[in-house]
């Protein structure tokens, strides 16, 4: 690679070099309102128990929102999708009630208030247990109270069908992405065994 | 969406929903020792300053290398390298010297020790400045001391050039795909305008 760079002052292009990264949308209610934000930087962080976290600006209306309830939705949405994406990613709850202007169908989650989408193929309700101040921007983790998910769309281990859904991925600026149809199966354990010339141990999972 | 789980332990298939995410490496360098990880559990926390996180369960001896020195990198991988990205996850340093057994093109980090490797499209070089246990695994906060990227691949508005490189993401299991060339263009104010009849106010940054 041939630039480095010390300081993202002294960058001219954004802070965008980590993307793809799923385009999810989070939701949140309070004081009977619904709101909906598009998030790009989130990640699990443990499988037992499961937390799932947001990282996400004290600027922001849903950022209040959390912090009063703290509860959350994080919505996983296919490409077919991703006109609403841009639209909730386009304005704040502060001036537009999202739901509404742009029909936005959702049910309330089964272990929080907060809305999960229809149009999601799947989606985990989260209740706050820490939340932690980074630089800019505040990590909310949360445990995972519930997933709702569309059966049918997950095969034999877990894996999302893409030949029936292709899930929406962020890159960037108004910049959108999807992996398609096409997936790559890497047999690890059989490179493993013909590059070292003996069998493998496995990493601890 | 049809399925309601309360607890993943009820889940028939893998805690996979949240995929697609980046199919990062995560390299470190302890007592002379270089090491490489697969991490799909990463994001980006803060821009300013630029904060950027990896999930890394306590069982992995790259947990050892990073709460030893304080330093890791991410490397961001096209698809092309698939195969090393599978060898990586598929065992662990304290069984194979990674980089040797793979012979994986690196140079340490300008500003950490850890090796930058030649195949990344970008690497973040990171020094850990909090660390968190959040369940079964530790959240290594790093603060990002330099990025290291290949200009030309990247284009205005700092969005890759899918036509020249095609990043792998991971899918769970030992599944992964790439988004290919195929980007959407979403023109969130337009959008807006057009679903509100009036010019929307932009979300906060």
Tied chains: 1, 2.
Aim: hydrophobic share 40%; glycine share 8%.
């Amino acid at each position: 690679m041939a630039k480095i760079v010390k300081s993202l002052k002294d960058l001219d292009v954004p802070f965008n070099f980590h993307y793809p990264a799923g385009a999810t949308i989070v939701t949140s209610r309070a004081n009977n309102r619904d709101n909906a934000m598009a998030v790009a930087w989130h990640t699990a962080l443990s499988r037992d128990p499961a937390f799932y976290a947001v990282s996400i600006s004290p600027k922001r209306f849903t950022h209040s929102m959390i912090a009063e309830t703290g509860e959350f939705v994080v919505n996983f949405m296919p490409v077919e999708q991703g006109e609403l994406v841009a639209l909730v990613a386009g304005c704040s709850g502060r001036d537009v009630d999202k739901l509404s202007a742009f029909q936005i169908a959702a049910h309330p989650g089964s272990q929080v208030k907060a809305p999960v989408l229809e149009k999601a193929f799947a989606a985990y309700e989260c209740r706050v247990t820490e939340r932690h101040t980074y630089g800019d921007h505040d990590l909310f983790v949360g445990e995972i109270m519930a997933v709702q998910f569309e059966p049918s769309l997950f095969q034999e281990g877990g894996r999302l069908d893409m030949e029936r859904i292709a899930p929406i991925v962020y890159m960037g600026g108004d910049w959108y992405a999807s992996p398609g149809k096409e997936t790559y199966y890497l047999d690890r354990k059989g490179l493993m065994d013909a590059v070292l010339g003996k069998p493998a141990q496995p990493a601890s999972p």
